[in-house]
């Protein structure tokens, strides 16, 4: 898989955009050679495993220009960067509390001029300023999750869902949502056909 069939699933974007995700498989096997950012075993399936299993949200929800999204413990820059890419409109904050891996966020955002990245090394308690919507990888267990998101979530709305939590993760979540019950569940394999996504979801969580 590479970046062309990003362009499968993701027809509307621009020769900009093709070349920027054409890019990120160079940039972080670099970049993994030097700093483990991502899975060792994962490299060579970079574009299911890293890029589509990110941009799996935006199959969820349709980002508004000048939307605000951070991005809590994004590791090498997922889902962030990705999601950054498709939607150049919409500023993106990227927190982690390790620093070797901001500094590999920030190199590939440099490389690739993304103005609306804005990388910051540190823990989610630390970020000021309310977002759109909050998005993160599988950092930790839900309950835990949203207590790093509180007072962070914008009550300006500017989507067709409430603002709120957009959490990639996978199996049975049942007992760790059954303390939120307005959760929904996109099973990811509806949009990607691939077995990797076989138990992968996007949870998504309102604010309210």
């Known amino acids: 898989m590479n970046a062309t069939d990003i362009k499968h699933y993701f027809p509307e974007i621009s020769a900009v955009q093709f070349e920027q ?14 700093i483990n950012v991502i899975s060792r075993k994962d490299t060579e399936n970079f574009y299911e ?16 220009p000048e939307s605000k999204i951070l991005d809590i413990g994004t590791g090498g820059g997922f889902p962030g960067i990705p999601l950054s890419i498709l939607y150049p409109q919409c500023h993106f904050t990227l927190i982690d509390s390790i620093g070797k891996k901001i500094k590999v966020v920030n190199e590939i955002k440099n490389t690739l001029q993304l103005q609306n990245v804005t990388a ?8 000021n300023g309310q977002f759109d919507f909050i998005v ?4 930790t ?14 009550s300006s709305q500017n989507h067709k869902i409430p603002n709120g939590i957009l959490y990639l993760k996978g199996g049975d979540l049942t007992e760790e949502l059954k303390s939120f019950p307005k959760a ?21 969580l309102p604010a309210k």
Not at 21 to 34: K, V
Not at 49 to 64: P, Q
């Open 21 to 34: 995700f054409q890019m990120l498989g160079g940039l972080y096997a670099h970049w993994n050679s030097q």
């Open 141 to 154: 267990a839900m309950p835990e999750f949203v207590k790093w998101t509180t007072g962070k979530i914008s």
């Open 120 to 127: 910051i090394h540190g823990r989610a308690e630390e970020v």
């Open 49 to 64: 495993r890293h890029v589509l299993h990110s941009l799996a949200i935006a199959k969820t929800i349709d980002f508004a």
């Open 184 to 204: 929904r569940l996109f099973p990811i394999k509806n949009y990607f056909p691939f077995e990797f996504f076989d138990t992968k979801l996007v949870v998504y």
């Open 136 to 139: 993160s990888r599988a950092v």
